[in-house]
């Protein structure tokens, strides 16, 4: 980590004390809910055309309650042109025949209802698909109708409207805006898409897309779902007169340089009870980013979800927000309940950053009484198995090309098994992504005509994208397309590594990490891990990171401990309940190994 300090670590909270309160043990099911991510075109397909759906998925329920989570995300399955894998929604009430119907939607909800499953769908409020009747009707009204007002349509700028009205850019690189033609055939009105040119911003001061959005909630709420991942929350609202931006607006890859945190950065440059300073670098500063007024729009949706009573429905931000108090005002106690925790996805490999981000994380949602979420993968950037495998000094890339530096396999699994170990063992909920308990890796030589990111088009190539975390689960080694589906080829190719990590290779498989992550899962569960009270164990250091985890009144506190160093670490004395890897003959720690340690009650 070039400049990291070494001096210990003294910001963060002396061990032995309190850095985060126990939960109540009747706290609702959400607080510490492990969630595993669906990505539907890669899980199960049951009808063999190469691409997931929701029977496959239903059928393959009974997987997740035997892994021991408490319930599913799907990413979404609504109708779509797929220009960004679903992301680009048409009909938000509807399901893709690629993927079903509604009532293969019903049924999916039922059936994980009846094995103890909740399900949360994906909300995509930033944008719709062009395809979308509302963006057809603006094309078709015309520059100042009521229907463009629905978007963010602008007279372009230059003597004849020909540029740009800002400087924004895509996300997905390339120009932010796209100028239409008129029913006329002149060259018209531009609009903007932070995304893909096939993905208009709403206009959110607008209070027909508000009322809209709140009737869609409503449409799955009473089809039962269980609660809404919502997708670029921190986008909503655009800085009035939307000024021009020179800042970076990428959220896939890591652009600082020094690390998510910056170097040095230590607990109190990250985290402060007065949440209304906005520090220096803050996501905030961007126009497009983290505004003031998303907020009252997760209000009104709060609302909505409450008035459904118990079990409570919830909402899950995906907010690429720093530093973590601006993550923490999307999940005060009358907006949402959860917020991915990217901080600690985005630390590297280095005790003291990710003991940083732990502490921080936990202090600044206790300032507002939410729970934490931790996350270490997602459809988004490259999986952890892979990026921990990689050189740590470096920023992480949007995707692995067959001619770039690949990550060291054997390296990146036993560091991506001792970090899910470390992460299960902390309080609060945690997002699981499908495939990460199998131990599976990016697909780091995809052939580029695969590709389907907008990412890797959108830049010419010069971005790989994010394909690589994307590729059709293997579920039983001798079968086509690894048992993903009857037919043999599936949308996304699988690499040869998959086999020998198909479900059918490593169930029943002592140390399999498919069988780490059911014992991690079903010890943290048993003993409510996820409600327990942090304290920081004497044994950290700026290589180790040991934390003192105790739920209230099961009368037991485990101690995690991580080895991120080179030398063997001697555990505290009691009983090794679980541990990531092999211990050393003489009972030490080895490098890049978590071991769950249970105290002897004294
Ligand atoms: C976030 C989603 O996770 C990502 O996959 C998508 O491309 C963007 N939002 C745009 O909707
Ligand atoms: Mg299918």
Partial sequence: MGAVSDATPQTVTAPGAIVHRADSPDAPWWRDAVIYQIYPRSWADSDGDGIGDLPGITARLPYLRDLGVEAVWLSPFYVSPMRDAGYDVTDYRTVDPCFG??????RLVDTAHDLGLKVLVDLVPNHTSTEHEWFRAALAAGPGSPERDRYIFRDGTGSGGEDPPNNWPSVFGGPGWTRVTEQDGTAGQWYLHIFDVSQPDLNWHHPEVREEFHDILRFWCDRGVDGFRVDVAHGLIKRDGLPDWHGAVGLYDEIDEEGPLGVGRDVEDLWSPDSDVLPHGATGEAPMWDQDGVHEIYRGWRKVLDSYGEPDRILCAE???????????????????????????????????????IEASLRSNDVVGAPTTWVLSNHDVIRHASRLGLD??????????????????VLGLRRARAATALMLALPGGAYLYQGEELGLPEHTTMPDEYRQDPTFHRTKGQVTGRDGCRVPMPWVKDAPSLGFGPGGSPWLPQPEAY???????QEGVDGSTLELYRALLHYRRTHRIGHGSLTWDALSSDTVIALRNTPEGRGLTLVAVTNLGAEPVRLPVGEVVISSGPLADDGTLPSDTTAWVRLPVT
């Fill in 101 to 106: 119907t509604l009532d293969d939607a019903d």
């Fill in 319 to 357: 907010a690429w927000v720093k530093p973590v108090q601006r993550v923490a005002r999307y999940v005060r106690g009358d907006e949402m309940h959860q917020a991915f925790n990217f901080d600690f996805l985005d630390a590297h490999w280095d005790a003291r950053q990710l003991r940083t981000v």
């Fill in 392 to 409: 740590q000094s470096r920023p992480r890339p949007n995707g692995i090309r067959a001619d770039d530096p690949q990550p060291d396999a």
């Fill in 499 to 505: 086999a020998d990590l198909a479900v059918d290779q």
